[in-house]
């Protein structure tokens, strides 16, 4: 059974390109998360989808930062023009029912540097 | 509303028991624990939730004091696997509506 897959792994984008992370949830998992993690700090929640919905966006800049999470295919994390601040590890998690009170599964998560 | 860990950092020699603490000055419905090992996907160690109930690893425990907002995890007899960088992340409302907030995490190493 396929944990949580995230890919690239690794990516390298100039100033003003974009960036798309992709995410594969656990088998049976309808709840998917992203978390921002930089250097020597916590995870960052960014975003809560299930299939087709955003329910909690709180946590993503309003500006040049997307996600969606379709009836078919991965969740993808989208950042449009991106800046040197963008830097960071993206993580992806996924559970069966909602996080709050459910185990979440980490994806091993995607390094975007920003040149 | 981010949890606030302490310590920052715990030096261990293997066997040496160690606590991590996580408070929040914001009314909590769960705290929740992971473990993350340098460039790997953080781990799952154990949910306390509201009213008592906690579900996790048979060799992990921990506290959850509703009234403080405080929970705190215990390491006993530590062993060298138990290195890493220890999170809580806490949840506010039961319903899903919120993602978890982490905290800046514990660095924890064991030395043999």
């Known amino acids: 059974n396929a944990g949580v897959m995230q890919n690239p792994r690794h990516l390298v984008r100039r100033r003003g390109q974009e960036a798309r992370l992709r995410c594969s949830p656990m088998?049976?998992?309808?709840?998917v998360y992203w978390y921002r993690q930089l250097p020597e700090e916590g995870l960052k929640f960014m975003v809560y989808?299930?299939?087709?919905?955003?329910?909690?966006e709180s946590g993503m800049p309003k500006e040049r930062f997307s996600a969606e999470f379709p009836k078919e295919g991965p969740s993808i994390l989208r950042i449009q023009q991106v800046v040197r601040g963008d830097s960071a590890a993206y993580f992806c998690a996924s559970s069966q029912g909602t996080g709050n009170g459910g185990e979440l599964f980490f994806g091993e998560g995607s390094r975007l540097t920003v040149l | 509303q981010q949890p606030v860990q302490s310590p920052q950092a715990v030096i261990l020699r293997e066997g040496e028991d160690a606590v991590i603490n996580c408070s929040s000055s914001?009314?909590?419905?769960?705290v929740h624990w992971y473990r993350q090992k340098h460039g790997e996907a953080p781990v799952f160690l154990m949910i306390?939730?509201?009213?008592?109930e906690q579900k996790g690893h048979e060799k992990i425990s921990a506290s959850f004091n509703e009234k403080k907002q405080q929970s705190s995890l215990y390491l006993t007899a530590s062993q060298l696997s138990y290195s890493g960088t220890y999170f809580c992340g806490t949840a506010f409302t039961g319903g899903g509506a919120d993602g978890l907030t982490f905290g800046k995490g514990t660095h924890l190493i064991i030395q043999p």
């Open positions: 088998k049976g998992h309808s709840h």
């Open positions: 989808l299930q299939k087709e919905n955003i329910i909690d």
């Open positions: 914001k009314a909590l419905y769960s």
């Open positions: 306390l939730l509201k009213g008592g």
